[in-house]
């Protein structure tokens, strides 16, 4: 009897080791990611040239209007110059396209303007045109 109660003692203060151990482990774990995220999230802040999570959110709303508002302009466009009709769809789609790319640049400007980001955008536009090959 009191030898099996020393070896069930012995085995949960074992098992207290090995549990401290894990903690640790997920401790490290989830630190390590954190720090990763952490990182990342610095790493996009700098890159985009945001200067607050409040203004990272104002950017992100601006860019989700700018977004719904294009393709809405661009299907009204669209619907009322009947292209859709007078087009096939080979040429349809891509010129679709390149419309919705115009009406995008030109709303991204204009839904800015009542966020006061108007000169953030502005050279966000700036730099992105510069990337694929168009000069302003």
């Known amino acids: 009897g009191c030898i099996s109660f020393f070896i069930i003692l012995f085995f949960f203060?074992?098992?207290?080791?090995?549990?401290?151990?894990?903690?640790?482990?997920?401790?490290?774990?989830?630190?390590?990611?954190?720090?990763?995220?952490?990182?990342?999230?610095?790493?996009?802040?700098?890159?985009?040239?945001?200067?607050?999570?409040?203004?990272?959110?104002?950017?992100?709303?601006v860019f989700a209007i700018t977004g719904s508002l294009a393709l809405f302009f661009t299907v009204k466009l669209l619907s009322f110059i009947n292209l859709k009709e007078l087009v096939s769809p080979i040429v349809f789609w891509p010129l679709r396209v390149i419309i919705l790319f115009g009406i995008y640049q030109i709303t991204l400007i204009l839904v800015a303007i009542p966020f006061g980001e108007f000169n953030y955008f502005l050279k966000f536009i700036k730099k992105f045109l510069k990337r694929i090959g168009i000069k302003i």
Not at 50 to 61: A, L, N, R, V, Y
Request: charge should be positive; glycine fraction near 0%.
């Open 13 to 61: 203060e074992y098992l207290q080791y090995i549990w401290i151990y894990i903690n640790i482990l997920i401790d490290y774990k989830i630190h390590h990611k954190m720090s990763k995220i952490v990182n990342y999230i610095e790493n996009f802040y700098s890159r985009m040239e945001i200067i607050s999570h409040k203004h990272f959110i104002i950017i992100m709303t």
